[in-house]
């Protein structure tokens, strides 16, 4: 477990139990410490995991995963072609055929 990086500042509790069902846990941050550990760090993103230990108690920890490559950088999304580009036929479920007299 050594290799787990807690979040300073960040509190992690199990939900009461008379708590509507949706609230999945509760999030204390204790300012001074979290920004003083948030200024520590580089990346543009942090994520963190919220985790329950073997004895029952709640934690934030943060998630380091790369993917393979090192890259963490996502593929750019395709670019949708513009409006002047696209015709009936290259619309696949539409039949150009039934809205013709809404075409002219």
Do not use: H
Not at 13 to 20: H, L, T
Not at 22 to 44: A, M, P, V
Not at 55 to 74: H, I, M, T, Y
Request: proline fraction near 7%.
């Amino acid at each position: 477990m050594s290799d787990i990086e807690f979040v300073n500042g960040l509190l992690v509790k199990a939900p009461n139990e008379k708590v509507a069902s949706f609230i999945k846990c509760n999030l204390s941050i204790k300012r001074q410490e979290f920004i003083e550990w948030l200024q520590g760090k580089n990346d543009e993103w942090i994520n963190v995991d919220v985790k329950v230990s073997k004895q029952g108690k709640w934690f934030a920890s943060v998630n380091n995963w790369k993917p393979e490559g090192g890259s963490d950088k996502k593929p750019a999304p395709a670019t949708a072609p513009s409006q002047q580009n696209v015709g009936f036929d290259d619309i696949p479920f539409i039949d150009p055929y039934k809205f013709t007299a809404l075409i002219v």
